[in-house]
Each structure stands twice: as structure tokens, then as C-alpha cells.
């Protein structure tokens, strides 16, 4: 069993709908959370971060976190074309983000 | 101000040679994280170095190693090359503590 599981996708959604990306952890010590989305060919990029229960919005993103189900999502809105990437779940064990442990990412593709 | 930046951006070896990776972090930041990315799966930790110590250290061989300069610029060295070290090699760096990571565009790394 992987450390982080992310739905193995690839997911689709059409433009202005509600894109849902799910990621459970084993580690019950992680305390740091993150979703990176990569372009193809690319590094990842930083879009969220969350480290306490709850739900954080950030513009068209939320993130959502429940420690004790060992669970984190990411939640989309108003899908665009250029969401169309793979995402990726991340878990450090501390508060730095520097020792995180990375799903295999979930593609997700947003049709005009 | 410039982002993380890594060089060389592409490079072949064959197997059994060396090879060293070059980062430069973030100025400022403090926090360097190597990382491994095999096609079509996540981010692999590897090491990373915090005030030119090593903080941690992932599931690798020792032919791996790394090390953190003074003015926190960072090399990661490979030896006795194997096919299976093919990959995109990634640098982040982090101010530290509740800090995020920002990656480079990385190098990609061929054993013929």
C-alpha cells in the first residue's frame, strides 16, 4: 500500500462544472498537506496547503481535511480548459513541507 | 525574483557512469529537497538539506548522496548509473518551517 493514495483517474469533467479529487494518507504523524497540479512536461506547482481540519478556499479551489478519516480533497469550481493537468496529493510528516510524500497524481481533463 | 532554477536541463549517460545535479535555490530560502520523479508517477523523496545539514533522507541507495554549499545552493550526486535511475530529477526549496516548496523546472536524466 502506497503512503498517499489518490483516485488512479483519469477524470473527466466538462467546462464550469465541479471537478473532485480525492487523496487518503497511511501516516497518521503527517501533519502538512498539499496539492500540486503539473502540466505535462512540467514541474509541479504549489496550489494549496492545509494543515488543520476543515475546509480552506483559495478563489475556485478548496481544499478539505479530516485527519481522523486520514483524508484530503480538492474540490474545483467552475472547471476551465486550463485545469485540464494531473494532480497531485502530498503529506510531510512535519511543518516542512520539504520531506513530503507525493501520490501518483490524478489526471484530470476539463472538455470545452 | 528568480525561482528555483537547476542545470544542466537535460542529460544521457550511460551505465555505471556518475552524474552531478546542480540547484540554486529560491533567495532566502534556507530548505533544499531533491526528489525523483519516474514517468507516469509522483515525486520520490530523496534528501533534504536545511542550513547545509541533512534533514532527511528517502528510500535510496547510497549511490545517491547530496550536499548543501554555504550559500545553500545544492548538488546531487549519482554514482555507478543504472537504467532505472532514468528520470525527471527535482529541486525544491522552502523557507522552512510552514513554508511551502517551490520546485525547478528540473533535470531530465536518460541512462542509455
Known amino acids: 500500500q502506497k503512503e498517499v493514495e489518490q483516485n488512479s483517474g483519469p477524470l473527466s469533467v466538462p467546462e464550469g462544472a465541479i471537478a473532485s479529487l480525492n487523496c487518503t494518507y497511511s501516516?497518521?504523524?503527517?501533519?502538512?498537506f498539499f496539492w500540486y497540479r503539473q502540466y505535462s512536461g512540467k514541474s509541479p506547482e504549489l496550489i494549496m496547503s492545509?494543515?488543520?481540519?476543515g475546509d480552506k478556499e483559495d478563489g475556485r479551489f478548496t481544499a478539505q481535511l479530516n485527519k481522523a478519516s486520514q483524508y484530503v480533497s480538492l474540490l474545483i469550481r467552475d472547471s476551465q480548459p486550463s485545469d485540464s493537468a494531473t494532480y497531485l496529493c502530498a503529506a510531510s510528516p512535519n511543518t516542512n513541507a520539504g520531506k513530503s510524500t507525493f501520490g501518483d497524481g490524478t489526471t484530470l481533463t476539463v472538455k470545452p | 525574483d528568480a525561482g528555483v532554477t537547476q542545470s544542466p536541463t537535460h542529460l544521457i549517460k550511460t551505465r555505471g557512469q556518475q552524474v552531478t545535479l546542480r540547484c540554486s535555490p529560491i533567495?532566502?530560502?534556507?530548505?533544499v529537497s531533491w526528489y525523483q520523479q519516474v514517468l507516469g508517477q509522483g515525486p520520490q523523496f530523496i534528501f533534504q538539506y536545511y542550513e547545509k545539514e541533512e534533514r532527511g533522507r528517502g528510500n535510496f541507495p547510497d549511490r545517491f548522496s547530496a550536499r548543501q554549499f554555504p550559500n545553500y545552493s545544492s548538488e546531487l550526486n549519482v554514482n555507478a548509473l543504472l537504467l532505472g535511475d532514468s528520470a525527471l530529477y527535482l529541486c525544491?526549496?522552502?523557507?522552512?518551517?510552514?513554508?511551502?516548496?517551490?520546485f525547478g523546472d528540473g533535470t531530465r536524466l536518460s541512462i542509455l
Open positions: 492545509i494543515y488543520s481540519n
Open positions: 533567495s532566502g530560502h534556507k530548505s
Open positions: 525544491a526549496s522552502s523557507l522552512g518551517e510552514w513554508a511551502p516548496q517551490h
Open positions: 501516516d497518521r504523524g503527517s501533519q502538512s
